[in-house]
């Protein structure tokens, strides 16, 4: 089972989080239900905000950094409260925040 949810996190991350795969494949990967539960909890948190604060909290720091990688250069903080009050209320997933920051900052 450790190893089914390894490979579905593994491909969920590959494909940028659609869990299109976990949902129409996981019936060929294990064909238990447990399988199917968890790609449906993982699609769910995979898109758009997380429901804890502490996973959205997370999400926006990775978010942060990938976008500060892609840019080359570190956001402020005034740049970084920026980007919270876009998308803040917005069900903004991972993606789509470190898309946003190099759009506003990109140059």
């Keep these: 089972m450790a190893a089914a949810l390894a490979l579905l996190f593994a491909f969920l ?11 129409a494949g996981g019936g060929a990967l294990g064909g238990g239900s447990a399988l199917a539960a968890a790609g449906t909890i993982v699609q769910m948190s995979s ?10 909290n ?3 720091r990775d978010a942060v950094r990938e976008a500060e990688r892609q840019l080359g250069k570190k956001l402020d903080k ?24 190099v759009g506003m900052f990109g140059g």
């Design 13 to 23: 991350i590959g494909s940028g989080g659609t869990g299109l795969f976990a949902l």
């Design 47 to 56: 898109s758009g905000t997380p429901g804890s604060n502490q996973a959205q």
């Design 58 to 60: 997370k999400q926006f």
């Design 78 to 101: 005034d740049q970084i409260r920026q980007v919270h009050d876009e998308i803040t209320g917005q069900n903004m997933g991972y993606h789509e925040i470190v898309e946003l920051i």
